[in-house]
């Protein structure tokens, strides 16, 4: 693996020298206004939202009784109760307060970077168009969908939008940190949507609102940053239903036990069948599950990507299929043209002449390209005719050109598209043409054809110059199970030597949309999940049938609005990154959740034997624990204090490598499973010789 | 000593022989086409039955058929004293013990609180009981094979098919053979009253006896348990010889064995059989070896030797062990030997195969709840590679852990809760023969047996009162038809989930490490639940011998 691949796996969002924005997140003071909120967070009414945690904190309520009242369920022969009572009291309380710090940590980093966010959006005082054509000022943040509003340079846009007249410059940097403004005019594909936060620096914009107020990309993701109006996802609920159930099952064994200890002679103090009862329960998991969802969205944002929900960034987890362009993601952005080969015996220059004349009125860079090697070929300048006028390329003729007056057709494009329009016109194809399209297709480049009415001259070779490091990342993906495709215009031939070099697993070639949309169908129909990126309109009926659509930041409004998801750096590899976030939300979920059963074992062990050290289960004491009251405090201390322990593995995620799935859970369960048998017996046995010599 | 180990592992080794080509007959019989004399039963009862059927239409298909049979087998016993073949004159049940029972045979279990000699008719023998005998295993194996079906994405099929298929192609063709062997060794197949002879001291003894033969071919086979008379096994005419003794237990062995292979089959999932078998062999015979270790050492306070009290001499304690173990573990519930008398390491084993419901298991039902444990950790580890769970390309979501959650959540609601109360009155209640930990083992053993559909008793309860009749009926429909509505409707929901192709991020289920896995989340979730009982029981219990 080359050094920029290493780099681009490990920094969020790619090598930083790719990277357009990074947003200013500010954790000042963060802590401070997390242990405050944590107090605040013990008001029943919030405590009651988390079933697991609800259960530690009547145990909290009971145990204050039972220190206050220590013979309200009846005496007990225990002189010491009032203490002890008082000390598990003080630990469940401990227990509930370390898990309210944990999500207000989470949500404090999820404010900051929702912060961030919002700096990209200052309240303006917009210009409304009304039906008659007046102007009234209103607050940016009461326009509603539909609504039209102007801005002239110096303003700032007020909200997300389509441009429906003027041609205006606009600076993004707010948003993508690109310093140069962008051309922003309406009609087009990639120009006509402008997002709420940027200014316009010349010129005047009509603009239609595209968004309702707070409903903006920007203001979805500062919800979901800040956990406000997070909605459960999918796995989360299932897993809260889990734990639930677990927690009743606990309940009901613990409740179950005072009559049957009592009928043995044995009776249970009260409050060490609740000190049970919360060692057993999920707690450690259920103090974290709504830490490392905030957390998982927040790191989403940290890589400048918008998600509309966080069931999207979960369903990148389980992608199976994914679908790329091939320019700008798979090979650097532009191609450009190498070698004209000439075809049916015309000179080269008679080649470059007419490519030249069908690229008049090109502005793209291949089109810019073209010209530039005419330019070097011929001595000859050859100015635009009067009153020519210029035909834009489009997906479904797959080729541009010029009209002159006088009814020459210059044409450019594929090559099967230019022999059917020479055919239309009555020309013959020459015999050499499939040879020097095979020749520029086996070079991984793209072909085109040049003709003049019926005469087909030759081809251009468009060279493709493949991303460095593109190929591992895949290889990355195909260990994740991932399969790649690539999506293609370019003619079969050219497609597969790119697709074999950079590594992809399959290819489409001569993509339409509809091509699109029915590779995506096929893959669905075989029940397998696809992610793909895209920006053009054209691309919007795609992003919106695949399970994640990503849509770049510069692509159209349309596409934006089917996607789940918006790059706004623009990246289209970023989704590797994505599909990394979601794995890691349900991993670190499994993990903990995992590891919280696993802890049961040990706990047990710790606290069965003392409750009932008076009939002989001294034998189960295999920890060897001072007292009985040492020891169910021990067991409760570890229970608390792994709750802040575990807080940074919640907020970081556990670590995610591009294994299969079961190397995977090979070492998962040996860290967490394993792990969480074996750990709670050193660290209960360790807490028992610290506070052993103390309770006595 | 060796040979008490020998006969075990001889015992074992033909239930792993056999079970491969049983389970691979059984998704035949399952999936092929109809017989002829089949398909003149479904035009009599003019059913559609090649109609596959929804979870829900085959939920209410198993509930209607059970109420209306069970209905009718109460009224039967009722006036079973008006009714022919009573040749000992016996009169009309209680009306709890009439609904205990009815409801015990009914739903699998065969708990017995009365003793088959005084109490029930022939006729009421074979034509109640001994048809409930054949009517519940038949349910259970047809949801079982209903269940394993949905997991594979196959519709469900019908339940009245699968019922009728039960008998006549896994059932019948089984239990006949297995009654001829018995008849052969002097089991008595009469419908002549008690035997009267003169005993050697001139007095006159009735010796009871009966149409035993086919009724304990079937009551083991279907993992009832119910005996004719009222020590089941252990008497000389249900289980004669050694001979008898082990084919009995193979008996009980065979079909929830052969099951996981059916699954296997039905599935195209043959790897993933073999390890589970492997699974739930293993801890069966971690079972195994805990009753028979505690048999064979005997009670440390007495004389050195195997423990004997309460066995039957022509078995010994290897024999008894694995039979203890065998009955709990596949909720057959017949027993040859007192379970009372067990020392508390195999009244440890007994119960853990009663708490787990897996070790092989009910009557396809035990099946199905291994794979519900199975769905379960699929859950937790499919979490840890990063993936919404899925099993078998079928994602595990809400509805599924809802459903898996609630068959987890029915055994200790219907084993403690009535336990606790029983133990919170033992005075007026429970009718503890022997007080202290041995008391607690009694009392939650009847209830784990009644709920777990198992049947068989810890004995030494005065059970034939009100409260143990009502309070167990309840235990046992709830343990019975909770679950099973609960495993149709899972299976259903899987079935109609689109299956994702596997690929190297998929979690594969059929590897050892997966294998293993399963297994210590099924001890986790299964012991943690009841640890507290086991450590004031058996286990409190162990250490006071010691």
Redesign the interface.
Known sequence: MNNLAKKMRRTPGGPRSQRRHTPKVSHQGLYGRAVQQAFWKLDPRQAVHNPVMFVVWLGTVVTLLLTIAPDLFGSLADPNARTVNGAIALILLATVWFANLAEAIAEGRGKAQADALRATKADTIARRLLPDGSEEAVAASRLQRGDRVRVSAGDMIPADGEVLAGVASVDESAITGESAPVLKEPGSDTASSVTGGTRIVSDELTIRVTADPGQGFIDRMIALVEGAERRKTPNEIALTVLLAVLTQVFLLAIATLPPVAAYVQSPASIAILIALLVALIPTTIGGLLSAIGIAGMDRVAQFNVIATSGRAVEACGDINTLLLDKTGTITLGNRLAEQFIPVGGHPIDTVARVAWAASWFDQTPEGKSIVRLAEKLSDRPHPTPEGATGLDFSARTRMSGTDLPDGTEFRKGAVDAIKGFARSRGGSIPADLDAAFEQVSRLGGTPLAVCENDQIYGVIYLKDMIKPGIRERFDQLRRMGIRTVMLTGDNRITAEVIAREAGVDDFIAEATPEDKIAAIQREQAQGKLVAMTGDGTNDAPALAQANVGVAMNSGTQAAKEAANMVDLDSDPTKLIDIVTIGKQLLMTRGALTTFSIANDVAKYFAIIPALFASIGLGPLNVMGLTSPNSAVLSALIYNALIIPALVPLALRGVAFRPLSADRLLQRNILVYGLGGTIAPFIAIKAIDLAIGPLVG | MLSGWLQIALTLLIVGAIAPFLGRYMARAFQGPDWLPERWLYRQIRHRTDEPMTGGQYLRAVLASNLAIGLVGLGAFWLQDRLPLNPTGLGAPNWDLAVHTIASFLTNTDQQHYSGETAITYGSQVGILGYLLFFSAATGLAVGIAFIRGLSGQPLGNFYRDLTRSITRVLLPLSLPIALLLLLNGVPETLAGPAIASTLEGATQAIARGPVAHFEAIKQLGENGGGFFAINSAHPFENPNNFTNSLEIVAMLAIPTSLIFTYGEISQNRRQAWWLFGLVGSIFLGLVALSAIAEWQGNPTLAPGPNLEGKEQRFGWAQTALWAVTTTATMCGAVNGMHDSLMPGSGLATLLGLFLQMVWGGQGTGTAYLYVFLI?TV??????????PEFL?RK???R???LA??I??VH??FV??P???A??F?EQLAGISNP??H??SQVIYEYASAAANNGSGFEGLGDGTLWWNLSATVSMLAGRYLPIAALLLLADGMAQK????A??????TD?F??TT?TG?TIL??GL??????L??GP??EG??LR
Request: charged share 10%; aromatic share 10%; no cysteine.
């Open positions: 379960l859950f937790l580890t499919g979490l840890m590679v990063g993936r919404t390309g595990i979501e809400k599924e852990i809802i959650s609630a987890l959540l200790p609601v403690l809760i336990g606790a109360i133990l919170a033992p202290g930990f008391g607690v689109q299956p994702a192709p690929t190297s991020g998929t979690l594969r590897t490490l997966f896995v210590v986790i979730l943690l639940t009841f640890f507290p009982v450590a004031l286990i409190a250490f006071a």
